[in-house]
């Protein structure tokens, strides 16, 4: 049975809760598959593919799941590895939304140019104003994020179900 990580970095929980919901995909179809946060605990060895995915902060994702995917990309020989970011940038701009994630994308497989990148997505986020400390309503008063969740499971299920015949070894 493939053994599948997904590692995903958060800070406010969407994220995490992202991470569940391709995990229960990717289990309903038959794969073993289990989230964890990102974190140089984990041991990539005993997994046979991986999804990594991070919420975009400025434009980037979280350091730690970065850091995640370059170190990990030297240690699983080419296994297959879907990306995915989420924003809330997209909901009112969508080009801009997408070109930080391309951009992203492409700064991170210059760092891990040993990626087996198989897939990559941007989600819809959730974002609320009220939840945030003092200095990021600072931050987010100069370059005001879309409120409200704008997550849309139906997109995030079907990619699950895409990544199947990627990882399905069997
Ligand atoms: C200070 C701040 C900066 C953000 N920057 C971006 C950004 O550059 N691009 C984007 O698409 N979304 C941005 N967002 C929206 C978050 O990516 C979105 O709320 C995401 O769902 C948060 O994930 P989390 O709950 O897992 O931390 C920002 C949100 C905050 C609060």
């Not at 970011?85 to 210059?110: K, P, W, Y």
């Not at 987010?140 to 879309?146: E, G, K, L, Q």
């Amino acid at each position: 049975m493939t053994r599948v990580l997904v590692a995903y970095a958060t800070r406010f929980g969407s994220t995490r809760e992202i991470a569940a919901a391709i995990v229960h995909e990717l289990n309903s179809a038959g794969l073993d598959a289990q989230a964890a946060e990102a974190s140089s605990a984990l041991s990539p060895d005993e997994y046979d593919a991986f999804v990594i995915g991070s919420p975009l902060y400025g434009g980037k994702w979280m350091g730690i799941a970065g850091m995640f995917a370059a170190i990990t990309s030297d240690r699983i020989d080419g296994k297959p590895v879907a990306l995915f970011s989420i924003g809330t940038l997209r909901v009112v701009n969508e080009e801009a939304g997408n070109t930080e994630h391309r951009e992203f994308m492409a700064s991170l497989i210059e760092v891990a140019p040993n990626l087996n990148v198989v897939s990559d997505v941007l989600f819809n986020g959730y974002f609320e104003r009220a939840n945030l400390p003092w200095y990021l309503r600072i931050v987010d008063r100069f370059a005001p994020t879309p409120q409200g969740d704008h997550r849309d499971w139906s997109v995030i299920q079907s990619w699950a179900k895409s990544l199947v015949s990627e990882f399905n070894f069997e």
